[in-house]
Nanobody, 125 residues
Framework: QVHLEESGGGSVQAGDSLRLSCAAS????????MGWFRQAPEKERALVAA????????HYADSVKGRFTISRDKAKNTLYLQMNSLKLEDTAVYYC??????????????????WGQGTQVTVSS
């Protein structure tokens, strides 16, 4: 059974940093595009950052460019999201997801097959 589990969320103040992790089990995702998405109350789920199956390319939402960094450790089957200079508007539930194999970081949300249960990130002033 495939399982993605996020961790590292929490409540922080604006300007702080958090590092999210997503541990995959049940199968290896070393050849899958991986992404972080977020959903704020009354908003649709949206891409935050994605990393290609090779790790050679990344894609970020404009709102997080320069502040967030996505990375992956294939040996550990783990995906990370380093979030710096957090803003109030970063408050959301963050989800990791795995998409098709051998896909690049521009893969649309609809093609991601496996999702974690989400972790809450709350940024306050």
């Amino acid at each position: 059974q495939v399982h993605l589990e996020e961790s590292g969320g929490g409540s922080v103040q604006a300007g702080d940093s958090l590092r999210l992790s997503c541990a995959a089990s049940g199968r290896a995702f070393s050849n899958s595009v991986m992404g972080w998405f977020r959903q704020a109350p009354e908003k649709e789920r949206a891409l935050v950052a994605a990393i290609s199956w090779s790790g050679g390319s990344t894609h970020y939402a404009d709102s997080v460019k320069g502040r967030f960094t996505i990375s992956r450790d294939k040996a550990k089957n783990t995906l990370y999201l380093q979030m710096n200079s957090l803003k109030l508007e970063d408050t959301a539930v963050y989800y990791c997801a795995a998409g098709p194999p051998y896909s690049d970081s521009s893969t649309p949300l609809a093609l991601y097959d496996y999702w974690g249960q989400g972790t809450q990130v709350t940024v306050s002033s």
